[in-house]
Structure formats: structure tokens, C-alpha cells
Nanobody
Framework: QVELVESGGGSAQAGGSLRLSCEAS????????LAWYRQAPGKEREFVAV???????NYADSVKGRFTISQDTRSHTSYLQMDSLKPEDTAMYYC????????????WGKGTQVTISS
């Protein structure tokens, strides 16, 4: 069973920065790509960024150029550096371990709150 623990959320002013971390454990025989999603009140959960096991990345258009995803493959930890934050970035941020094999399943963390004030 994979466990994901997010940290680093909090409050910041518009234009500021926050860095989120997602520490994954319990991979077993499966491998995963690590991704970040977010969900604002009254809205659906949306994709933010993903980093693939081999290091490639992909971002939502709304965060491209402002957010940077990275990882430490040895510790199975993903980081989301968020710069030039906007009030519309306010949301609960979730880490997802996306299974690379159909024989494995995806896992989600419990989330960390990010609140950006104008």
C-alpha cells in the first residue's frame, strides 16, 4: 500500500511563493509517476503538474511558467515550487501516485491547503 504525505501548504500573499512536498512510501513492485492536483471550493479537482519516472514533466496551462515540479527518485519525494502565486491558486493541493502498470493502482494523498490573499 502506497502512502502519500503532503506538506508545505499554508498562506501567502499574491506574488509570493510556496513549496509543497509529497513523500511517497510503500511502492513495492510497482512504479509510479508523481502528480499534483488541486481542488478549489465548489470546483472539480484539476490537474496541476506531473513528473514522470524518467524525469519528463507536464503542466496545466494555468500554472505553466509559474510552478515547477521536481522529484528525488531515491526518496520517492515530489516537490512543487509555486512562484508568482495568484488568489486563484487557492485550493486544496493533492499528490497522486499514478501507476505505470495496469497491474497496479493509483493512490492519493490527503491534501494540503494553499491560501493566497490579494
Amino acid at each position: 500500500q502506497v502512502e502519500l504525505v503532503e506538506s508545505g501548504g499554508g498562506s501567502a500573499q499574491a506574488g509570493g511563493s510556496l513549496r509543497l512536498s509529497c513523500e511517497a512510501s510503500g511502492y513495492g513492485a510497482c512504479t509510479y509517476n508523481l502528480a499534483w492536483y488541486r481542488q478549489a471550493p465548489g470546483k472539480e479537482r484539476e490537474f496541476v503538474a506531473v513528473i514522470y519516472n524518467e524525469g519528463g514533466t507536464n503542466y496545466a496551462d494555468s500554472v505553466k511558467g509559474r510552478f515547477t515540479i521536481s522529484q528525488d527518485t531515491r526518496s520517492h519525494t515530489s516537490y512543487l515550487q509555486m512562484d508568482s502565486l495568484k488568489p486563484e491558486d487557492t485550493a486544496m493541493y493533492y499528490c497522486k501516485a499514478a501507476a505505470r502498470s495496469r497491474l497496479c493502482i493509483d493512490y492519493w494523498g490527503k491534501g494540503t491547503q494553499v491560501t493566497i490573499s490579494s
